[in-house]
């Protein structure tokens, strides 16, 4: 089987996504399977800090049957701090693992390892490009939505946050514009926080939307809320060249819809108060918890 790396949000096609969509359901019912992976060794390298990502990727390959390696601090505990390059590590690797998922600040970091890796690469984030795993279960999560919670199959929705550094905004965006359609979901709008500082996003991401066909807009706070999909993101502090940038604090108005779901690729901030952990829109945990299901489903998609 050809080495197929996941680098972007577009890597897999729309039916390699529906396929995956369908497994993961499948290991979210709990269905039995025979363990596909056993004798496999995923590598987890992280040159940033996770929680999600790495350990629901483990979690995903331990439950397939397989085994990991894995550096939490790639920048302080690997050879890296020696000069190593990342192609060079990521040519080291493939010799002790199967498949090998990287974070790293810099973007096109991924892109740069993968061309070096005889296994296949997974991006679990790098900079403010892409995390295109995050996209996969955030439009997991709409798809489960849109059979039986939604009355119809269609999206509008609502980038409430950091929309310029974030690359799951990013990603999930590029998803909308070429995926959505042939996985089943008509996203009709996408509005973007027009009152915070970093609110408009990437131009590519609205070029992404706009050439789809699909409605753009800016949101102004206080403005009626006929949004049925809202993804929040935090100040992406740790990507700012300029100082500051305002802090909203989402707060579904009283128009939100009743169907409708809040989504947020966590972790959060003050921009998601607790409180609303309460409210039964809030999908965030729902959504975390979905990516144990879809990365169980990828990983023995490039795999198996
Ligand atoms: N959503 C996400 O990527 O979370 P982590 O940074 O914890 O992996």
Not at 39 to 65: N, Q
Not at 120 to 147: K, M, S
Request: net charge negative; charged share 25%.
């Amino acid at each position: 089987m050809p080495r197929k790396h996941v680098l972007a949000a577009t890597d897999l096609t729309p039916a390699e996504l529906l396929q995956i969509f369908k497994r993961a359901e499948s290991f979210k019912r709990g269905e039995a399977f025979v363990p596909p992976l056993t004798g496999r060794i995923l590598a987890s390298i992280f040159y940033e800090p996770s929680t999600r990502t790495r350990f629901s990727f483990e979690s995903a390959m331990l439950r397939l049957g397989g085994q990991c390696i894995s550096t939490e601090n790639a920048d302080m505990f690997s050879s890296i701090v020696k000069g190593e390059s990342l192609e060079d590590a990521a040519r080291v690797m493939s010799g002790y693992a199967d498949i090998i998922v990287f974070r790293h600040k810099e973007n096109g970091s991924a892109r740069k390892a993968a061309t070096a890796a005889e296994v296949p690469v997974i991006n679990g984030g790098d900079g403010t490009n892409e995390h295109p795993t995050q996209a996969y279960l955030d439009l997991f999560t709409i798809w489960e939505a849109t059979r039986g919670r939604f009355e119809s199959n269609e999206v509008r929705i609502l980038f409430f946050g950091d929309n310029l550094h974030s690359r799951t905004v990013n990603s999930l965006a590029r998803l909308l514009a070429t995926h959505a359609k042939q996985v089943g979901i008509k996203v009709l709008q996408a509005s973007f926080t027009g009152t915070s500082d970093f609110g408009k996003p990437q131009s590519k991401t609205i070029d992404d939307l706009t050439r789809s066909g699909i409605e753009v807009d800016t949101w102004e706070q206080d403005a009626p809320q006929d949004f049925n999909v809202v993804y929040v993101t935090r100040s992406q502090k740790e990507r700012h060249s300029e100082n500051g940038g305002e802090i909203l604090v989402f707060a579904p108005g009283p128009e939100l819809r009743s169907d409708a779901i809040i989504l947020h690729p966590l972790p959060r901030n003050e921009e998601l108060p607790v409180a609303l952990d309460a409210d039964h829109r809030a999908w965030y945990f729902r959504q975390a918890n979905n990516g144990l299901y879809v990365r169980m489903a990828l990983l023995e998609f490039l795999l198996k």
